[in-house]
């Protein structure tokens, strides 16, 4: 059986769990991060295919830190689970690098919050780092900022934080690779006759009466996080593979369009998705006013909004705030988020990027929103 989701998908999320990272807890599992680091190495170089990008991000933190410290119970207070985090991510990020490196891959270190990426302005930055990492061929690790939160910690969310990243990148697909083979009716290590599901609706409600809790005493979230995160990341239009990690292959095999694990296929399109959320979800803090040929380039070309065609800017905004785009005559062309304060656009009106600097103090982007964060009033 073959699937073209994951074919034709060229920004690929993967998320790994702590059984699968820690061989159950034993310690951190070379073998098994080697392996997908080849794997990933030959995706980014598209060899057999199109290249594509990809993040990683790799739960097993607390599970490698506790066997450093020599825990064999995991521990019941927020405290000591984030030391053992931060002792363990030594370990995670020092495996990622070395095994990356041995296939001549760079990569790179991100610990994310949840409240991050609620934040319009972290939620910018960390979107443009990570597409900047892309762009420069290296492989993003991502971790929970487990040292400064404690809801994550208690619960163990990565697979949430798997589907944050997939909408924050606009990936195509997520694959949450896991102890199993994917998605059962029930879960296995508890009914045995439970039937393997290939491919769903991600978001059909019939899935999470399916899922239950973590199986192990590593991994945190079980099933059901991993359903509610394909849900998530259908949002934006990218749909999930939960697969097996030890699975030969799994990856260069899924991106060859195999179906292995359970599809749970997303049904808005993706660039609709982002469309409706912008649309729809967020509120507007203030407006700049374009010219002519400014409002040409975002209608006919579906350009970026530079500031060199900005003519006026109302209101008092922040970067990573929704605006409005209006024509001279007030109409409203489009909404997106500003890369810029309202004070610093007020300054950028009507010059050319190559002023930005002298004009701020800083150099940022040329663009004052970019077309991959707006979306066109319908005329
Ligand atoms: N319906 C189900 N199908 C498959 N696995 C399930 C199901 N319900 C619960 N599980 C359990 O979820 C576990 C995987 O979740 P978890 O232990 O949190 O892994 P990870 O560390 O990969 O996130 C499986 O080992 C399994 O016991
Ligand atoms: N940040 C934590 C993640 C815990 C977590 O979500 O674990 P899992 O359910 O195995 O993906 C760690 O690295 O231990």
């Known amino acids: 059986m073959t699937t073209p989701v994951l074919h034709d998908a060229r920004r690929i999320v993967v998320k790994v769990g702590s059984s699968l990272v820690t061989n159950e807890g034993r310690g951190l599992d070379e073998a098994a991060i080697g392996e997908w680091s080849r794997q990933l190495a030959a995706l980014v170089r598209g060899e057999g295919g199109a290249a594509r990008e990809v993040i990683m991000v790799s739960s097993g933190a607390i599970a490698e830190g506790m066997k450093r410290l020599g825990w064999a119970q995991r521990p019941s207070e927020v405290n000591e689970l984030q030391a053992a985090a931060a002792v363990g991510q030594m370990g995670l990020a020092q495996m990622y690098?070395?095994?990356?490196?041995?296939?001549?891959?760079?990569?790179?270190?991100?610990?994310?919050?949840?409240?991050?990426?609620?934040?319009?302005?972290?939620?910018?930055?960390?979107?443009?780092?990570?597409?900047?990492?892309?762009r420069l061929g290296v492989v993003p690790v991502i971790n929970e900022?487990?040292?400064?939160?404690?809801d994550e910690i208690k619960f163990?969310?990565?697979?949430?934080?798997?589907?944050?990243?997939?909408?924050?990148?606009?990936?195509?697909?997520?694959?949450?690779?896991?102890?199993?083979k994917g998605l059962?009716?029930?879960?296995?290590?508890?009914?045995?006759?439970?039937?393997?599901?290939?491919?769903?609706?991600?978001?059909?409600?019939?899935?999470?009466?399916?899922?239950?809790?973590?199986?192990?005493s590593i991994g945190r979230g079980g099933m059901l996080t991993k359903i509610i995160a394909a849900k998530r990341?259908?949002?934006?239009?990218?749909?999930?593979?939960i697969a097996w990690g030890r699975e030969r292959d799994v990856l260069l095999r899924l991106a060859r369009g195999e179906a292995i694990g359970t599809l749970l296929v997303a049904q808005t399109a993706k660039n609709h998705a982002r469309k409706q959320w912008m649309a729809d979800h967020l509120q507007l803090r203030g407006a700049v006013t374009v010219d002519a040929g400014a409002a040409a380039k975002l209608q006919g070309e579906g350009k970026s909004l530079l500031p060199i065609g900005m003519v006026a800017v109302a209101g008092d905004f922040s970067r990573?705030?929704?605006?409005?785009?209006?024509?001279?005559?007030?109409?409203?062309?489009?909404?997106?988020l500003a890369n810029y304060a309202s004070s610093e656009a007020r300054l950028l009106c009507r010059k050319p990027s190559s002023e930005f600097e002298r004009l701020l103090g800083y150099a940022a982007e040329p663009e004052m929103v970019h077309r991959d964060n707006m979306v066109l009033m319908q005329r």
Do not use: C, W
């Not at 990341?233 to 593979?241: D, R």
């Open 184 to 216: 059962y009716t029930a879960d296995p290590r508890r009914e045995p006759n439970a039937q393997f599901v290939h491919e769903a609706r991600a978001g059909d409600p019939a899935l999470e009466a399916m899922a239950g809790g973590a199986g192990s």
């Open 156 to 180: 163990g969310d990565n697979d949430t934080l798997g589907a944050l990243v997939a909408n924050l990148v606009e990936a195509d697909a997520l694959v949450i690779l896991t102890d199993q």
């Open 97 to 134: 690098e070395t095994k990356l490196r041995e296939q001549g891959m760079g990569s790179a270190q991100v610990l994310l919050t949840h409240a991050d990426l609620a934040d319009r302005e972290r939620y910018l930055n960390a979107r443009s780092t990570l597409l900047t990492l892309l």
């Open 320 to 336: 990573g705030d929704v605006i409005a785009v209006r024509d001279a005559g007030g109409t409203e062309i489009a909404r997106g």
């Open 145 to 150: 900022n487990d040292t400064v939160v404690t």
């Open 233 to 241: 990341a259908a949002g934006s239009g990218a749909s999930t593979v």
